[in-house]
């Protein structure tokens, strides 16, 4: 049997799609990004990014956008009763990997410090 969870601390998703899927005894988590907890669905509240008068982006701090990620991920899995321990796996979805990979590996290491999916 598959159940959806209603998360209510994580920010809103995008679309028409759950955060987590219950099927049996495993949990899928999808479409975890990095605006900032509690934030609605239509608010471009993303921690690393400050935007110009044109609403363009003029900072971009790719570090804070992972860290938040993670962030919401682990309040997610809190709320449904999951542990940060229990992931056994994560796909990530890097725009730029000359740029983004090595920082993006730092924070992976250390929240994965102890318990590697």
Do not use: H
């Not at 987590?20 to 608010?43: D, Q, Y």
């Amino acid at each position: 049997m598959r159940k959806k969870t209603d998360v209510t601390k994580a920010p809103k998703p995008m679309g028409l799609y759950p955060y987590t899927k219950k099927v049996g005894n495993l949990l899928f988590l999808s479409g975890v990004g990095p605006r900032a907890a509690g934030s609605a669905s239509e608010e471009a509240n993303i921690p690393g990014l400050r935007y110009d008068k044109n609403g363009n982006y003029d900072t971009f701090d790719f570090e804070a956008q992972c860290r938040s990620v993670f962030e919401n991920v682990q309040l997610i899995l809190e709320e449904v009763g999951a542990k940060w321990d229990d992931l056994v796996d994560v796909t990530v979805f890097l725009t730029d990997m000359k740029r983004d990979f090595k920082t993006y590996n730092k924070i992976y290491a250390e929240y994965f410090k102890d318990n590697q999916p």
